[in-house]
């Protein structure tokens, strides 16, 4: 299965505080998203990693934000989608930086220590 996102990887790489939804619902296994932890296990990382409030968000977002991401290229203004996100960086007075997940790993981390210099 691929991931939603490669926030975390680069979280890793550029040393910042982050949670890995990943690596809490995925057993590390090669090639990686093929096998899922039992519930169980998963629940005690989630304890173990992330604030409470983190967790309640984890539990019960699982479904909906599936439901969001499926429609988010295509939705409209009723919706948290690329259209309302588009509209939001093009008032910006500060600069944007875009990482892409097609744009590999260590030219984002790159891209992410230049606009920090």
């Given at each position: ?18 949670s ?25 990382l ?12 984890h539990?019960?977002g ?7 991401a ?7 203004p ?5 259209v309302g996100h588009?509209?939001?960086?093009a008032?910006?007075?500060t600069?944007?930086l ?8 260590m ?11």
């Amino acid at each position: 299965m691929p991931r939603a996102s490669s926030a975390a990887t680069a979280g890793t790489c550029l040393a910042i505080p982050h949670s890995d939804s990943d690596a809490i619902d995925w057993l590390p296994t090669d090639p990686p998203f093929t096998t899922a932890r039992l519930l169980g296990a998963r629940q005690g990382l989630l304890i173990i990693t992330c604030p409470h409030r983190g967790r309640r968000r984890h539990r019960s977002g699982e479904r909906s934000i599936l439901t969001w991401a499926a429609a988010y290229d295509t939705a409209g203004p009723e919706q948290r989608s690329r259209v309302g996100h588009e509209a939001w960086l093009a008032l910006q007075t500060t600069p944007v930086l875009r990482l892409d997940s097609a744009t590999p790993l260590m030219d984002s981390v790159a891209a992410v220590q230049a606009a920090l210099r």
